[in-house]
């Protein structure tokens, strides 16, 4: 049998009742400069397997991997070890299943997993109830801001200056389309975090305040003091959560007052990936768990009294509440979610807080080592396994000398705020299990060598 | 006191500037089992036609609107443990809210009940 595609008046036809006259006017928001416009320059326009292949071979050559060279990378994407029976597990043809495979009389399998994700989620948040999965943390710190306005009926949202610019920038993206007031602010090179600041910031219109912890400058917020001054004006504590590891040695938000906790959980199984794709983690007091989006794996008895896993709370979803569901998603980010859970239960609770000991313990040798360096200074007074350093000179120049020289040495605060010049000074520097005393040296010695040179 | 009605299948009784609202015995027949409701919280004004409630059942998840204008004055609080009042007594003790009118003269678009059930039954 033949597909036949649509006609040429069908499209015509299509397109007159949407309003828009070319197919090429359904992608107007597509801004000008990031369309291609002709051939990619220097690329043959045909080639045979083989060389193409070897060219691929040629160009992959140039990076620098992040496993191979000293890697203090961080801002929300971490490299840690994952254990090789992750991946192994992963790829078992029973989790290999079609997409949704929620029905339940054919994915127990699956179903449990996915219970047994959102206790190890709910359990690390310190709260009641998590959900399946979200796209990544980004989504999912929207999604939290978006319950907190259905919960308190408010459309305003001030968000800590300590919080991802890149979350900020997805939250600022899906206000435009909502509604809502996003109230940013950006962070100052300070050993304090902004917590004064987001207090008085909050106002009887305040639905959502939102923090990162630990923050993007890798300081560790009172949550306690926020959440009081946000429930007395009747707000709801958001706290996003970029390295689920850190959590294995402070307390989880859920116990210092936060209602709806997020995060990215990319750290625990998932890899760098080139950046996706990633694990959005979303979890919530009880009392709001009916304004919760995403899908939601429950337990029950089947018909003869026996233990099972079925989909619940449906009725918050788009199948059945159409627009005014929680949220779009119906989906979860199911295989990241898989590999989050195997690496969790190798761990187990022990394990985790063993593994956030490591991290700061390489993290507190990597700054002390720093702090040696003439002109650089450590801003925090308090970190688990990310902080921030302050150079003589914008840290972007720092950073690319260090790449010349083999060294992945940190993520420079310029690149994340491009316009606020007083933040170029500061390197954001993780350390992790993966951290060797080699790996401090070499970048403490190739860090010396470099601000030597531009001095 | 006066029982009215409104095609989106609630009743209101009214008495004084004081209306309660619950939904019909035709309306919980039609939604089967209900599970859940959600209740407005005391003292959110409200206007005629805005969602205030949401009756969840094992088929679906309907909003309930305020038929009037007011304040709300109490949500029935016994359906938090027994959900299952609005099946078994929907028009008495499965009442969802109350609410204290704006205008008690405004009653709008109401239906009394010769007029609802003639309503219902060409549906």
Redesign the interface.
């Known amino acids: 049998m033949r597909y036949l595609p649509l006609t040429p008046a069908d499209r015509t036809a299509m397109l007159a009742s949407v309003g828009a006259g070319t197919i090429d006017d359904l992608f107007a928001d597509v801004p000008a400069d990031a369309l291609l416009s002709g051939p990619v320059e220097g690329l043959a326009p045909h080639a045979s397997e083989m060389a193409v292949e070897r060219h691929m071979a040629r160009l992959a050559g140039k990076n620098l991997s992040a496993g191979a060279a000293p890697f203090f990378l961080g801002a929300g994407a971490y490299k840690h070890h994952i254990p090789a029976s992750v991946d192994h597990l992963i790829q078992r043809g029973e989790f290999l299943t079609a997409y949704t495979p929620y029905q339940p009389e054919i994915a127990q399998g699956t179903l449990q997993v996915l219970f047994e994700f959102q206790t190890q989620v709910a359990r690390l948040f310190g709260v009641d109830v998590a959900n399946a999965s979200m796209y990544d943390g980004s989504t999912a710190c929207w999604e939290a801001i978006a319950m907190a306005g259905r919960v308190t009926r408010r459309k305003k949202a001030v968000l800590s200056g300590g919080l991802h610019p890149h979350y900020v920038g997805t939250a600022e993206t899906m206000a435009k389309f909502t509604g809502d007031v996003i109230e940013a602010r950006s962070p100052v090179l300070s050993a304090q975090p902004d917590d004064a600041e987001v207090i008085a910031a909050i106002d009887d219109q305040t639905g959502a305040v939102v923090v990162q912890y630990p923050d993007i400058l890798g300081r560790i917020p009172d949550l306690a003091a926020i959440a009081a001054a946000a429930h007395a004006k009747g707000a709801l504590l958001v706290v996003v959560v970029t390295e689920p590891v850190a959590l294995g040695l402070i307390e989880a938000p859920g116990h210092l007052g936060a209602d709806i906790v997020v995060g990215e959980g990319q750290s625990l199984g998932v890899g760098l990936n080139f950046g996706g794709p990633y694990l959005g983690l979303f979890g919530a007091s009880e009392k709001f768990l009916?304004q919760m989006p995403g899908r939601l794996c429950g337990e029950t008895v089947d018909a003869e009294g026996k233990r099972g896993f079925v989909l619940t709370l449906s009725?918050?979803e788009q199948h059945?509440?159409r627009e005014?569901a929680t949220s779009n998603i119906c989906t979860n980010a199911g295989l990241c979610a898989l590999a989050f859970s195997i690496h969790m239960s190798l761990l187990g609770g022990e394990g985790l807080r063993q593994l956030a000991a490591v991290n700061h313990d390489r993290a507190r040798q990597t700054a002390e080592r720093l702090a040696q360096i003439p002109g650089v200074t450590v801003l925090n007074d308090v970190f688990v396994n990310e902080f921030t350093v302050v150079l003589p000179a914008d840290a972007r120049e720092a950073v690319r000398s260090l790449a010349d020289k083999g060294v992945l040495g940190g993520v420079a605060l310029g690149r994340l705020y491009p316009q606020d010049k007083a933040l170029h000074a500061g390197l954001l520097v993780t350390a992790t299990e993966c951290t060797t005393d080699d790996d401090i040296e070499t970048l403490a010695l190739t860090l010396a060598d470099v601000l030597k040179k531009g001095a | 006191m006066t029982r009215y009605f409104t095609k989106e299948h609630e009743w209101i009784q009214v008495d004084g500037d004081t209306a309660t609202v619950g939904i019909t015995d035709f309306a919980q027949e039609s939604l089967g089992d209900i599970t859940f409701v959600e209740l407005p919280e005391a003292g959110r004004a409200v206007t005629a036609g805005e969602a205030v409630a949401v009756v969840e059942s094992v088929k679906a998840a309907s909003d309930v609107y305020a038929p009037l204008a007011g304040t709300i004055a109490e949500g029935n609080a016994a359906l938090d443990a027994e959900p299952e009042l609005v099946n078994t007594a929907a028009e008495t003790d499965g009442w969802l809210f109350k609410l204290t009118l704006t205008d008690a003269a405004a009653l709008g678009d109401l239906l009394d009940e010769a007029a609802y059930k003639a309503y219902i039954a060409e549906l």
């Open positions: 009916r009725t918050r059945i509440r005014k």
